[in-house]
């Protein structure tokens, strides 16, 4: 970490003059299967689940066959911590400095973080030693079914929500409150939904985050780097994935019809809703060629107001199907109900999707799609 | 600060994770072994897909194919111009806006993975021995430099030695007799160079597989077939573990393939087993590999025209091959008839020719028992078979 050292100083008082502040920064350079690792848990010292095994599993081999690897981690707590890849280039890594500077950045002023947990990691770990007492206590399959039910329900968090009728529609609120489980059942499920609020925020603002991020990075690198190592980068910026590049793109747009004080305001106060929807232009559609697919069809639309409502969509429902509870249901009974009925729900999925909420409500589920009712109770799914 | 992570002493929480999942991945084998196994194409790219819904988390999804939103290459950065394929649109869901932690599970093994787990469950289910890695006992690891007590044949140093000799003599004959030629007579001085290196011996062996991929064989037929190869390579791979593995398949001709081809196979045409026996027997040239053996899955049906000259076939097999292994397909448990019984009478006759009726796990094990009963009789010393030929081997002087 020490031939950084000189470097991460110039980036920070650079950013510094172009008007970022940030919490401290803790970088520290680590392997890929550490990144790998915090990537597919989401924080370095969550529980130990089967699910993250899969994408850590995939990662490991992706990185191995040098398809693709994560360059840089930061996590949004108090101070930052950012993960540096030691197989990087001297480059490479200089680039993720000032990239985590953006993010680090947009953590501490961005209007929606104000409220999230800087200490998310230090519960976490909280987190996993009371999971490891609950294993104890109550057997680890017990738990881990309990687990996987609550990981079931918990896309559907919002962080961003604050009213509490509203909320109470989203399956994961309306269980805790409601579902007749054992005290430690439910510390399990309000650990669970705490967690995936943390992640429900960064997910909300990835498009946001990555490209100020990214927009940041490439303002301060224009002064550190030399004219062929800047070359360079843009090719790299170019090759983003998508998150970067769209976001990146949108701040340039800001920057250059409404100058940088604009930029300092949108970074603030905006998440990729509200940035997508004022925007995002038929022309940047056209530039960036992102379309709406139509994969029976084999037909592209580069029309603006398909391609927002799609995005919007997906930011807002994870790209999931969006099902609400069903208001004005009392007692024992819960309803659900599929938003939006045009659309077909594999039914297998429902059948495994029920059982799992019927594993913590105990009493009947119900499920309103594809034109009929599904019920999942003790003897198994049934349909009319 | 002292960082303990720094010196490798962490909690590898990903590789734990990775265990638990592989863990449920192997349970989710167990119960789907067969399905899997069915698979027309089981190995594409080196892996085998899995339909696996039960190792992602049980989320519900959408039952159709509906409008995404995706990526060209223009936004890659990548060529403008030309059509845009499918294969080049980036979907965007995943990246987006699903899952936190990346896109959707579908779980891909490799396919070495993949026999390991199968040859795990059908070894437990078949309630047969497994072995361990095998020990390196006896031998004795050690600093000091090797005692030489041996000659090397073959390598750089008696071909240096060689040279030097000739070399020696070239310019003993020139000194003492005046003519330019050698006197080196490479029976004796160059004894370890006349023998062709191609007649060592060679201990791995051959193994050729040979499949009938004729229309009758797919489903049930075909996961008959990869159970028992797959159980065969966990004993052969002990046994042998540097051996060669040679794939046919045939159905009105033979074709060899590579191992990924051969569980990639489209059922169809008619069945000549004679093409396949041919296909086997031309591998065999200029093969010096020690034990030759030949496994020979089909359902026996032979069109009647090919009858005879599959007989003929078989019969020459038996000659070329130390051992050949006939496995009828036949997971419906009927009769034995057509060419399969011919190779049921034959194989009464020849120690060196095998016959398994392939009905379910139960006589797979019959059939292992059956095939690889020369492991058993190695190690008493005899090699049942071995009288057919061998001794026309070895040109040592």
């Not at chain 1, 650990?191 to 990075?217: C, K, M, P, S």
């Not at chain 1, 769209?246 to 100058?259: A, C, D, W």
């Not at chain 2, 579908?106 to 309630?127: C, P």
């Not at chain 2, 008839?337 to 379910?360: C, H, I, W, Y």
Request: hydrophobic share 35%; charged share 30%; aromatic share 10%.
């Amino acid at each position: 970490m020490e031939e950084y050292q000189a470097v991460v100083e110039r980036i920070e008082a650079l950013a510094r003059a172009k008007g970022l502040s940030f919490d401290p920064v803790y970088f520290r350079m680590s392997d890929g299967e550490e990144i790998a690792e915090v990537a597919s848990m989401g924080l370095p010292n969550r529980f130990i689940h089967w699910y993250w095994g899969g994408t850590f599993k995939e990662l490991v081999t992706q990185q191995s066959k040098e398809v693709f690897s994560i360059l840089e981690l930061v996590l949004n707590t108090n101070p930052s911590y950012a993960f540096l890849r030691r197989n990087n280039t001297y480059l490479q890594n200089v680039l993720v400095i000032a990239h985590v500077f953006g993010h680090a950045d947009f953590f501490k002023n961005n209007h929606w973080y104000q409220k999230s947990n800087k200490n998310m990691l230090n519960e976490a770990e909280l987190h996993a030693r009371t999971i490891r007492q609950y294993e104890q206590a109550y057997g680890a399959e017990r738990v881990e079914k309990v687990l996987d039910a609550c990981l079931t329900v918990a896309s559907t968090v919002n962080a961003f929500e604050r009213n509490p009728a509203e909320r109470s529609k989203r399956l994961i609120y309306y269980l805790e409150e409601r579902a007749p489980l054992e005290e430690w059942e439910r510390h399990l499920l309000q650990l669970i939904r705490e967690e995936a609020e943390y992640f429900d925020l960064i997910q909300r603002t990835h498009i946001i985050n990555e490209g100020w991020a990214t927009y940041v990075e490439s303002t301060l690198l224009r002064e550190v780097l030399t004219a062929k190592e800047w070359a360079s980068i843009c090719m790299q910026l170019c090759n983003r994935p998508s998150p970067y590049l769209i976001g990146y793109s949108l701040f340039k747009r800001i920057e250059e019809t409404m100058g940088y004080e604009r930029v300092l305001v949108v970074r603030s106060f905006y998440e990729d809703v509200r940035l997508i929807d004022e925007v995002l232009t038929e022309d940047l559609v056209r530039r960036l060629d992102i379309f709406v697919y139509d994969p029976k069809e084999k037909t592209k639309s580069y029309d603006l107001q398909q391609v927002k409502e799609m995005l919007i969509h997906q930011k807002l429902y994870k790209g999931e199907p969006h099902v609400e509870v069903e208001p004005g249901h009392n007692g024992r009974e819960l309803v659900l109900a599929h938003c939006e009925e045009d659309k077909k729900l594999d039914p297998k999925r429902i059948a495994l999707f029920l059982k799992a909420v019927h594993t913590l409500w105990r009493n009947p589920v119900k499920l309103r799609a594809n034109g009929r009712v599904y019920t999942y109770d003790r003897r198994g799914l049934s349909s009319t | 600060m002292e960082d303990p992570a720094e010196k490798g002493m962490r909690i590898h929480r990903g590789r734990l994770a990775q265990y638990k999942h592989d863990q449920l991945l192997r349970e989710y084998l167990k119960q789907n072994l067969n399905e899997l196994i069915q698979q027309k194409e089981l190995v594409v790219n080196g892996k085998v897909k899995t339909q696996i819904a039960t190792l992602d988390l049980p989320t519900l999804k959408y039952g159709e194919e509906l409008p995404v939103l995706a990526q060209g290459p223009g936004g890659q950065g990548r060529s403008k111009g030309g059509k845009v394929s499918d294969e080049e649109i980036v979907v965007l869901g995943g990246i987006l806006g699903g899952d936190h932690h990346g896109k959707e599970l579908r779980v891909e093994l490799d396919f070495d993975e993949f026999v390991r787990l199968a040859q795990e469950v059908l070894l437990e289910e078949m309630e047969l021995p497994t072995f361990h890695e095998p020990t390196r006992s006896g031998e004795v690891e050690t600093e000091d430099i090797p005692e030489l007590d041996d000659l090397d044949r073959i390598g750089l140093r008696p071909d240096l030695n060689l040279e030097e000799t000739m070399i020696h003599s070239l310019l003993r004959n020139v000194r003492e007799r005046g003519v330019l030629d050698y006197d080196v007579d490479l029976r004796y001085d160059g004894w370890y160079f006349v023998e062709d290196p191609a007649s060592y011996q060679n201990h791995r062996s051959l193994e050729v597989y040979v499949l009938d991929i004729s229309g009758s064989m797919r489903g049930e037929y075909l996961s008959l077939v990869r159970k028992t190869i797959f159980v065969l390579w966990y004993y052969l791979e002990k046994r042998y573990p540097t051996n060669l593995r040679r794939y046919v398949v045939f159905q009105d001709v033979a074709e060899e393939k590579t191992r990924e081809e051969f569980f990639c196979v489209e059922s169809s045409g008619g069945t000549h087993i004679s093409s396949g026996f041919e296909k086997a027997m031309e591998l065999l040239e200029g093969v010096t590999e020690y034990d030759k053996f030949l496994f020979m899955f089909t359902d026996g049906e032979t069109s009647s025209s090919d009858f005879d000259l599959a007989r003929r076939r078989y019969e020459e097999a038996l000659e070329k091959f130390d051992l050949v292994c006939y496995g009828h397909v036949n997971p419906g448990g009927r009769g034995i008839g057509g060419f399969s019984e011919v190779v049921q009478e034959m194989a009464r006759k020849r120690p060196n020719a095998t016959f398994a009726n392939l009905m379910d796990l139960e006589t797979i094990k019959a059939a292992l028992t059956e095939f690889l009963a020369f492991l058993r009789g190695e190690r008493g010393g005899s090699r049942p078979w071995r009288s057919t030929r061998r001794s026309s081997r070895g040109s040592r002087h």
